[in-house]
Nanobody, 115 residues
Framework: QVQLVESGGALVQPGGSLRLSCVGS????????LAWYRQAPGNQRERVAI????????NDVDSVKGRFTISRDNAKNTVYLQMNDLKPEDTAVYYC????????WGQGTQVTVSS
């Protein structure tokens, strides 16, 4: 059974940066496209970014383009999300999975952007 463990979330001021990590066990990440998602209170979960096994990436949400970068380390079975110039509207719980989710969700990591 695949387990996903997200980490790196924190309380940060507007304009700050965070790097999120997601480590997978029970599978081989290098075989899959991977994605980061986020869910803000009262909102549906939305996909933020996708990365393919060869590290070509795209951002799904216009508001994060130029600020968020997804990357991966297949040797570590880990996918990352570098978030720069954070805004209050980025506040959410962040999750990783495949672009059409096939694994059970992890617990997520809370990102709060507030002054």
């Amino acid at each position: 059974q695949v387990q996903l463990v997200e980490s790196g979330g924190a309380l940060v001021q507007p304009g700050g940066s965070l790097r999120l990590s997601c480590v997978g066990s029970g599978t081989i990440f290098s075989r899959y496209l991977l994605a980061w998602y986020r869910q803000a209170p009262g909102n549906q979960r939305e996909r933020v970014a996708i990365i393919d096994p060869d590290s070509s990436s795209t951002n799904d949400v216009d508001s994060v383009k130029g600020r968020f970068t997804i990357s991966r380390d297949n040797a570590k079975n880990t996918v990352y999300l570098q978030m720069n110039d954070l805004k209050p509207e980025d506040t959410a719980v962040y999750y990783c999975n495949t672009p059409t989710p096939i694994w059970n969700w992890g617990q997520g990591t809370q990102v709060t952007v507030s002054s």
